[in-house]
């Protein structure tokens, strides 16, 4: 099937199944406990894969992190948010014991190749996003989302079109109960270049068929998250999505390669 083009070079120069490794690959069993770190983010890229997920927080200095919790807590043996900590404080914080929290600087420059979804966890990291992105010419290198409709609004009016922005959950509302594309995509203002949504959530189904068909038709990808079961891999690619997420990064690879739609490199080990 012929992926709908949405005038970004992000989301058009694929052509198959955008293989994304969320968080590097959060859930792959050498990497348990190492999300969104360097060791996880290389691992991906030694697999093949080009479209790596992350998230953002900012320091209270200013400084971008690659980062899911507002806390350390979760996955650091130390506690603190990160909005109230300086960079250098958090540079010296290690995740199970030897892993670093990386800058989105270190990972444009570590993989100079790649191209990054990115999720929007805080207000502060709007600006300070769009602002790296601006001093890096960078917007055909990430496609930006957030659950926060306000702060993806701001992003989207200071990057002025710019970069690919997902559908905050408002929006992705508005997608599922418009009877077409085309007043979907007019009662969203034409920003979404794409719908990222959960294959199911509270016993519906989300990324329904009659939903990717009308994002298909208006011109718009539809990318689900976190998909780890090759099962459900294989039924969202009969169904015709643009992109997958996974935690899995070895199994969304296997199923991709067999049915000849990876779109990263091939040489690597499965």
């Not at 490794?21 to 991906?44: S, W």
């Not at 922005?165 to 979907?184: K, N, Y």
């Amino acid at each position: 099937m012929q992926r709908p083009i949405t005038g970004h070079p992000y989301l058009d120069d694929a052509r198959g199944v955008l293989a994304f490794a969320h968080r590097g690959g959060a859930t792959h069993p050498e990497l348990v406990g190492l999300e969104n770190t360097m060791r996880a983010f290389r691992h991906a890229v030694a697999l093949g894969y080009r479209y790596l997920e992350t998230d953002v927080h900012t320091t209270s200095d200013g400084v971008l992190l690659a980062f899911h919790d507002a806390r350390l807590d979760r996955v650091a043996a130390q506690s603190g948010a990160i909005a109230e900590m300086l960079a250098t404080d958090v540079a010296a914080v290690r995740l199970a014991g030897t892993e670093a929290i990386p800058t989105l600087a270190e990972l444009f420059d570590a993989f100079p190749e790649a191209r990054f979804n990115i999720d929007l966890k805080s207000a502060a990291s709007v600006d300070a996003l769009a602002r790296f992105l601006a001093e890096r010419d960078a917007y055909d290198r990430v496609m930006v989302g957030s659950f926060s409709a306000a702060s993806l609004r701001r992003f989207r009016r200071l990057t002025g079109g710019r970069v690919a922005t997902s559908a905050h959950p408002g929006e992705v509302a508005v997608w599922l109960l418009a009877p077409t594309g085309a007043i979907a995509d007019r009662l969203t203002r034409r920003r979404v270049s794409a719908l990222q949504i959960p294959y199911r959530q509270r016993g519906l189904t989300v990324a329904s068929k009659w939903l990717i068909r009308k994002a298909h038709r208006a011109g718009k990808h539809v990318h689900v998250w976190t998909i780890d079961d090759p099962r459900e891999m294989n039924a969202l690619i009969d169904a015709g999505v643009d992109g997958l997420m996974t935690d899995r990064t070895d199994i969304l690879k296997a199923v991709l390669v067999a049915r000849g739609l990876w779109e990263g490199r091939r040489h690597e080990g499965i």
